[in-house]
C-alpha cells in the first residue's frame, strides 16, 4: 500500500551528526566534466555576476541529504525487483510563479490520487515523485529562436532566462540560479509539511478521488474506484493505524541539465565520504544529453544519487550497456532508472531489444515509461500538444513488452498539473483545441491536466488488475 509502514519515514534517517554535507570542492573528478562536451548550457561564464551566484550557490544548505537519497535509492532496489512502482509527475518546466500553496498543493494531491489508485491497480507499494523543486532548465532543439525577423536567444527555462520574447529577458542571468535554488527550497519545505503533517492521509485522498467519481464523464472507472473506497473501510473497520497511514514519503527529481547548478549544489556527504547532488533526490539525464563521452554522463557517474536516463526511439541495445557499465558499473540495485520515451507507434517494435539486452547482460534496472516525449504534436490552430489516447496506447505498448519478455514494467513518468488547464487533447471530460487559448499555460511541454492524470492512473490501474 502506498502507507505501508515500511514505506514511512518514521525511522530517522540518520543519527544526529551524520547529515552534515561539507562542500566539494577539490573533490576528484568531480570536475573533469568541465573537460568534456558540454551541450546544451547557456553562455554565461563571462557574465559579471557568475563568480558570485556560483559561490553563494556553494556556501548554501542542501535541499536534501545524503541519508534520504540513499533511502531512496533502497526503495528504487525494490522497484527494480518488482516489488513496488514508481510514480514521477511533474511540469515539464517549473516557473518561479508557479511557487504557490495552491498550485504546489493542487500537485502534490493529485500525485497522492494517482498513487492510491496505483498502489491498489499493483497491490503494490507506489515511490511517488515530483518532477518538482528543481525542474526549471530545459533543452532545446536550438540556440535560438526568430520571431519577425528578431533574433534572440532560445528560452532555457527560468533557471537560465526569461520566457518573454525581448533582449532583455532573453539574456542568460545566472543569479536566477540562486533564485531557483530559493524557489526549490520553498517547494520542498512545503511539500515536506504536507506529506509529512497529515495532507497524504490515504481516508482524505480517497475523498478527494470521490470529486473525481462525482464527475459523469468518469462513471466508467465506478467499480474500481467502489473497490478502493471498500478497501479503505475494511481497512478501517479492521483497526488500521490511520495515524501512521497520514505521512508518506515524496522524493524531487528533475533533469540534471545546468551543470553549473549541480556542481554548485554537490556536497560530500561526511558519513560516506562520497559525493551527493544535493538539488533533488532524483536527477536525471535527457534524451539530448546523454552522447557517452559527454559532460553529463561523466557528471553523474561520480555522485551517489539514483539517476535515471531517457532513451528515445533511437537507442541502440550497445549504447543501453555502454550507459549501465558507466553509470552503474557495480550493478547497484536502485542505482539506474531507464526512463523510455519511444512514442506509441515505435514502443512495441523499439523496446524489446533493449529490454533483452539488459536482461541477457544480467543488469537490474528500473524501466520507467514516459509516454509524453515520444508523443509530441502540433496542433492546427498552432500549440504543442499531446493526444491522451496515444499517451495511454505507449502506456499500454509498455506494459505488453515487458509482460512478453516476463521483465517489469516499473513505473510511469508524465507531465501533468494539479490545475485544470487545457494542454493535451482527450480524455473523457474532452480537451479540444478550442480551449488552448483559453486555459494553455506551459511554458514548453504540454502537461496532462488534473482530471486526465488521474484518469490514465485509473486506466493503467484497471489493466494492473486485470492481469492478475
Ligand atoms: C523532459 O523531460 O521535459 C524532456 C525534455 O525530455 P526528453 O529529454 O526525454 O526529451
Ligand atoms: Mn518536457
Known amino acids: 500500500m502506498t502507507n505501508t509502514p515500511e514505506a514511512r519515514s518514521d525511522a530517522p534517517l540518520t543519527a ?28 554565461w561564464r563571462g557574465h559579471e555576476d557568475f563568480d558570485s551566484a556560483y559561490a553563494e550557490l556553494s556556501a548554501h544548505p542542501p535541499l536534501v541529504f545524503a541519508g534520504e537519497v540513499d533511502k531512496l535509492k533502497r526503495r528504487l532496489a525494490k522497484v527494480a525487483n518488482g516489488e513496488a512502482f514508481l510514480l514521477q509527475g511533474g511540469d515539464c518546466a517549473e516557473t518561479f510563479d508557479g511557487v504557490t500553496a495552491d498550485k504546489i498543493s493542487a500537485k502534490v494531491k493529485t500525485i497522492l490520487q494517482m498513487a492510491v489508485v496505483l498502489t491498489y ?70 511539500v ?11 481516508r482524505a485522498v480517497q475523498q478527494w478521488n470521490k470529486g ?40 524531487a527529481a528533475h533533469e540534471a541539465l545546468l551543470l553549473d547548478y549541480e556542481r554548485a549544489l554537490t556536497r560530500i556527504d561526511s558519513r560516506t565520504g562520497k559525493p551527493y547532488v544535493t538539488s533533488g533526490h532524483f536527477v536525471w539525464i535527457g534524451e539530448r544529453t546523454r552522447e557517452l563521452d559527454g559532460a553529463h554522463m561523466d557528471y553523474l557517474s561520480r555522485v551517489q544519487n539514483p539517476v535515471g ?53 544480467g543488469a537490474k534496472v528500473v524501466w520507467v515509461t514516459d509516454p509524453m516525449h515520444g508523443n509530441t504534436i502540433t496542433a492546427d490552430n498552432g500549440y504543442k500538444t499531446r493526444r491522451f489516447d496515444d499517451i495511454l496506447d505507449e502506456v499500454r505498448g509498455f506494459f505488453e513488452v515487458h509482460r512478453s519478455l516476463g521483465t517489469y514494467p516499473g513505473g510511469l513518468h508524465v507531465e501533468m498539473t494539479g490545475d485544470d488547464v487545457a494542454e493535451c487533447l482527450g480524455g473523457s471530460d474532452v480537451i479540444d483545441e478550442s480551449a488552448f487559448d483559453q486555459r494553455y499555460e506551459s511554458l514548453v511541454d504540454p502537461r496532462l491536466n488534473h482530471k486526465q492524470s488521474l484518469e490514465l492512473a485509473f486506466l493503467v490501474a484497471e489493466s494492473l488488475t486485470t492481469v492478475k
Open 16 to 43: 544526529p551528526g551524520e547529515i552534515l554535507h561539507v562542500g566539494a570542492a577539490d573533490y576528484p573528478g568531480l570536475d573533469e566534466w568541465r573537460s568534456l562536451p558540454l551541450s546544451q548550457q547557456p553562455d
Open 121 to 190: 491497480g499493483a497491490s503494490l507499494p507506489v515511490v511517488k515523485m515530483g518532477r518538482m523543486a528543481g525542474q526549471y532548465a530545459k533543452p532545446r532543439s536550438s540556440d535560438v529562436e526568430t520571431r519577425d525577423g528578431v533574433t534572440l536567444p532560445t528560452f532555457r527555462g527560468e533557471i537560465v532566462n526569461g520566457f518573454d520574447f525581448t533582449e532583455e529577458s532573453r539574456v542568460p542571468d545566472p543569479k536566477r540560479m540562486v533564485k531557483a535554488y530559493h524557489k526549490s527550497a520553498a517547494t520542498l519545505n512545503l
Open 192 to 202: 515536506r509539511a504536507f506529506t509529512e503533517g497529515g495532507f497524504a492521509d490515504l
Open 212 to 251: 473525481f467519481m462525482q464527475n459523469p464523464a468518469h462513471a466508467r472507472y465506478e467499480r474500481l474506484a467502489g473497490e478502493i473506497d471498500r478497501a479503505v473501510r475494511f481497512m478501517e473497520a479492521c483497526g488500521a493505524d490511520f495515524e501512521g497511514l497520514k505521512r508518506t514519503e515524496f522524493y
Open 309 to 361: 536516463v531517457k532513451l528515445g526511439p533511437t537507442t541502440t541495445p550497445e549504447t543501453v550497456l555502454e550507459i549501465i557499465e558507466k553509470l552503474d558499473p557495480e550493478r547497484e540495485p536502485g542505482r539506474l532508472t531507464f526512463i523510455v520515451r519511444m512514442g506509441a507507434a515505435n514502443v512495441r517494435e523499439k523496446l524489446p531489444p533493449l529490454v533483452r539486452a539488459v536482461s541477457d547482460a
